[in-house]
């Protein structure tokens, strides 16, 4: 069982920065694959980021390319999202999950992912 807990997210206007973090206990993540994803309010969970487990392979989606980028520390069993140049369209609770599948790829889907965490809400004012 992984336990995931992101952080990091609150309130930024229009153009600004924030990073989130998600620290996984429980079992060590450093093998699995790691994603990002967020629901926008009133819409479907969707895809943002994901990492291999050795962070040598990441995927975006075609939105955040550019502005977002993955990274992860797996002395510290932690992933990362650094977001610049935020928009209030990426205003969502963000989420991050470990697939369970030894050495993974990055993979884009919801289904791909064995365990989530509580998620964190980022508002990005206009």
């Known amino acids: 069982q992984v336990r995931l807990v992101e952080s990091g997210g609150g309130l930024v206007q229009a153009g600004g920065s924030l990073r989130l973090s998600c620290a996984a206990s429980?079992?060590?993540?450093?093998?699995?694959?790691m994603g990002w994803f967020r629901q926008p309010p009133g819409k479907e969970r969707e895809f943002v980021a994901a990492?291999?487990?050795?962070?040598?392979?990441?995927n975006y989606a075609d939105f955040v390319k550019g502005r977002f980028t993955i990274s992860r520390d797996n002395a510290k069993n932690t992933v990362y999202l650094q977001m610049n140049s935020l928009k209030p369209e990426d205003t969502a609770v963000y989420y991050c999950?470990?697939?369970?599948?030894?050495?993974?790829?990055?993979?884009?889907?919801?289904?791909?992912?064995?365990?989530w965490g509580q998620g964190t809400q980022v508002t990005v004012s206009s």
């Open positions: 999950a470990v697939r369970g599948a030894f050495y993974s790829y990055p993979s884009m889907f919801r289904e791909d992912y064995a365990y």
């Open positions: 429980g079992r060590t993540a450093s093998n699995y694959a």
């Open positions: 990492i291999r487990w050795n962070g040598g392979t990441a």
